[in-house]
T-cell receptor
């Protein structure tokens, strides 16, 4: 069974540009999460989808971040326009059910904004 | 905001030594989790704890869910070079999926 996959693995962009990150969860997992780790700090929750619906988006930093999960399968996270402080590693995770259920993480997308 | 304090921040030990790291919080969690992240990979779940006072082992790893539900520790016995990586604690409340992570403990093992 394939794990959570993320694309791209790395992205280097200039301030003001747009970047779109993609996450493919494990097949059959209704729950999809986005997290971010800024250099040396904790991994922070961004948002949680249940199928195509946003269950919790309390961690989204600001309106430059837009997450979608059309059809309840893969998800995209767009940053527009990117700022220097958006640099970090963006992780996606998925789980079958919500509470108390193991979340399986993807390898992450390493974003560097110059 | 919600925060988990994880310590130590980093450790450099000799192969064969035991390792201990812990997390504390000012708030109660229903679930405590310990993850390990290898370079270039995402975090992988090591141990999950669901009850206050619970002590769970996974091979050379042992973790405990504190009685107060506000802390947890992870012990690694007889460390080996492949234990190198970043270890994260994480807490979860109720039926929400959201994980709250500690800052991570970077472990280096000298052969």
């Amino acid at each position: 069974e394939a794990g959570v996959t993320q694309f791209p693995s790395h992205s280097v962009i200039e301030k003001g540009q747009t970047v779109t990150l993609r996450c493919d969860p494990i097949s059959g997992h209704d729950n999809l999460y986005w997290y971010r780790r800024v250099m040396g700090k904790e991994i922070k929750f961004l948002l949680h989808f249940v199928k195509e619906s946003k269950q919790d988006e309390s961690g989204m930093p600001n309106n430059r971040f837009l997450a979608e999960r059309t059809g309840g399968t893969y998800s995209t996270l767009k940053v527009q326009p990117a700022e220097l402080e958006d640099s970090g590693v963006y992780f996606c995770a998925s789980s079958q059910r919500t509470g108390g259920e193991t979340q399986y993480f993807g390898p992450g997308t390493r974003l560097l904004v110059l | 905001g919600q925060q988990l304090n994880q310590s130590p921040q980093s450790m450099f030990i000799q192969e064969g030594e035991d390792v201990s790291m812990n997390c504390t919080s000012s708030s109660i969690f229903n679930t405590w989790l310990w993850y390990k992240q290898d370079p270039g990979e995402g975090p992988v779940l090591l141990i999950a704890l669901y009850k206050a006072g619970e002590l769970t082992s996974n091979g050379r790893l042992t973790a405990q869910f504190g009685i107060t539900r506000k802390d947890s520790f992870l012990n690694i016995s007889a460390s080996i070079p492949s234990d190198v990586g970043i270890y994260f604690c994480a807490g979860q409340r109720g039926n929400t999926g959201k994980l709250i992570f500690g800052q991570g403990t970077t472990l280096q093992v000298k052969p």
